[in-house]
């Protein structure tokens, strides 16, 4: 059964940091590009952060870069997404998802079809 459960969201104030954890199980992640998500109240979901299964490339939207990292470690299964310099504009909904190795991470992150499995989703919080 394929499952993956989310954790790490809460409260903060801008400027702060989070680290949101994505736990897989049932599968392997090598086999899939790993993206993050969110999604705000009113709005659409969007790809935020997203990494490759296979060499390790990285996709970061712009509203986003050089504030959030992703990572994996395939050891214990597991992607993170660091956030730093949060700002209230990042409060929303925060999922991880799998989707097979079918084209680029970078294309992929662009949106949410390609992405088969999800988690349940963790609140991200970012106000004074």
């Known amino acids: 059964q394929v499952q993956l459960v989310e954790s790490g969201g809460g409260l903060v104030q801008p400027g702060g940091s989070l680290r949101l954890s994505c736990a897989a199980s049932?599968?392997?992640?090598?086999?899939?590009?790993i993206g993050w998500f969110r999604q705000a109240p009113g709005k659409e979901r969007e790809g935020v952060s997203c990494?490759?299964?296979?060499?390790?490339?990285?996709y970061h939207a712009d509203s986003v870069k050089g504030r959030f990292t992703i990572s994996r470690d395939n050891a214990k299964n597991t992607v993170y997404l660091q956030m730093n310099s949060l700002k209230p504009e990042d409060t929303a909904v925060y999922y991880c998802?799998?989707?097979?190795?079918?084209?680029?991470?970078?294309?992929?992150?662009?949106?949410?079809?390609?992405?088969?499995?999800w988690g349940q989703g963790t609140q991200v919080t970012v106000s004074s």
């Open positions: 998802a799998a989707g097979l190795r079918i084209a680029t991470v970078q294309a992929m992150c662009l949106t949410t079809i390609f992405f088969g499995s």
């Open positions: 049932g599968f392997t992640l090598d086999d899939y590009h």
């Open positions: 990494i490759s299964s296979n060499d390790g490339s990285t």
